[in-house]
């Protein structure tokens, strides 16, 4: 993993654990249904964030070998980022 970038995950990560200790205070405390929406979809937000990180890593690493090795690898490299995104890959 790039060194920047795994800093930058496992910072994200650390957020995240928070925002979740906080929702589940929130619940246990029986606080405003809206409130605690409000704070899912923050954490909603940093979970896209984290996997933006994650993309940008393994697009410049494994995927970029993938596509210098060509053939059957870069096929695979295609069939995972499609699978990721939810998409069908035929």
């Given at each position: 993993m790039?060194e920047?970038i795994?800093?930058?995950?496992?910072?994200?990560?650390s957020i995240?654990?928070?925002?979740?200790?906080g929702?589940?205070?929130?619940?246990?405390?029986?606080d405003y249904?809206?409130?605690i929406i409000t704070?899912?979809?923050?954490?909603?937000?940093?979970l896209?964030?984290?996997?933006?990180?994650?993309?940008?890593n393994?697009?410049r690493t494994?995927v970029t070998?993938?596509f210098?090795?060509?053939?059957?690898?870069r096929?695979k490299?295609?069939a995972?980022l499609?699978?990721a995104?939810?998409?069908?890959?035929?």
């Amino acid at each position: 993993m790039i060194e920047d970038i795994k800093k930058r995950a496992l910072h994200r990560t650390s957020i995240l654990e928070g925002q979740m200790r906080g929702v589940a205070r929130m619940i246990d405390n029986e606080d405003y249904c809206m409130d605690i929406i409000t704070q899912t979809r923050a954490i909603q937000k940093s979970l896209e964030s984290l996997n933006r990180l994650l993309l940008e890593n393994h697009l410049r690493t494994h995927v970029t070998h993938m596509f210098e090795d060509g053939g059957e690898e870069r096929d695979k490299a295609v069939a995972e980022l499609l699978k990721a995104f939810d998409f069908d890959h035929k």
